[in-house]
């Protein structure tokens, strides 16, 4: 079975700090899904990558899948508390032919101090 | 706008009640799924419909059971409830077909077994 390791589990921050989140496979990726969660919320997606070396940003987030399809980071940029919560990867462990059952990582917590 | 609704966000029932959790969404989506989601082990699947009174464990099904009657709802079934399933539980769904899509989800009900 596919696993997915996030790292780190949690982090803090100061306003305006880049960071990295970085999520690893035991397995191939054919399809890489970041998520957002605010606590006691449910999940809001942000991003999918689906091709080895792709990379795709919404407003101040940079996601990116590695040649090999195993690793995948998210970036942000000038952090804001409004970045503040739970960061998730998942991933289709059947590539994409299955009914869309998704494997997910821990979780990476992050705090952004004002 | 699309959505996703549990029934509950917050539930206190006492061991060995049998539990209901409703998900409905008005995206007309062929699949639904049903998650718990515990501190440093993410999301994990309990049971996934991928059309009305179909039904397919997932990774955790022990203790729950599932029943879907029509295509806008998914419900969660605790027979009879017992402390190890106080958790956060997340039901999604997702549009059919070949590829990659992604999945909606809910708010989130926590429940807490006494």
Redesign the interface.
């Known amino acids: 079975s596919q696993e997915?390791e996030q790292s780190p589990?949690s982090l803090i921050v100061q306003e305006g700090k880049n960071l990295t989140i970085n999520c690893t496979s035991s397995k191939t990726l054919?399809?890489l899904?970041w998520?957002k969660q605010k606590y006691?919320?449910?999940?809001?997606?942000l991003m999918?990558l689906?091709k080895g070396g792709e990379e795709k940003s919404h407003e101040k987030i940079t996601a990116k899948l590695d040649e090999k399809k195993q690793q995948s980071s998210l970036h942000i940029t000038a952090s804001q508390p409004s970045h503040a919560g739970i960061y998730?990867c998942?991933a289709?462990p059947a590539g994409?032919?299955s009914?869309?059952?998704?494997?997910?990582?821990?979780?990476t917590i992050l705090t952004v101090h004002p | 706008d699309v959505k996703?609704t549990q029934s509950s966000r917050y539930l206190v029932k006492r061991t060995g009640e049998k539990v209901f959790l409703e998900c409905v969404q008005d995206m007309d989506h062929e699949?639904m799924?049903w998650y718990r989601q515990d501190p440093?082990?993410?999301?994990?699947?309990i049971y996934?419909s991928?059309d009305v009174k179909m039904k397919?464990k997932?990774d955790i099904p022990e203790g729950y059971s599932v029943s879907r009657e029509k295509k806008e709802r998914f419900s969660l079934i605790l027979e009879s409830a017992s402390t190890n399933q106080t958790s956060?539980y997340?039901c999604?769904s997702?549009r059919?077909g070949?590829?990659?899509?992604?999945?909606?989800?809910?708010?989130?009900t926590?429940l807490t077994v006494l």
């Open positions: 997915l589990q054919y399809g899904y998520y006691g919320e449910g999940l809001i997606f999918m689906q998730l998942g289709d994409g032919t009914y869309g059952k998704l494997t997910f990582g821990q979780g | 996703v699949n799924f440093g082990l993410g999301l994990r699947l996934f991928y397919e997932g956060m997340l999604a997702k059919r070949m590829g990659y899509n992604e999945q909606f989800f809910g708010p989130g926590r």
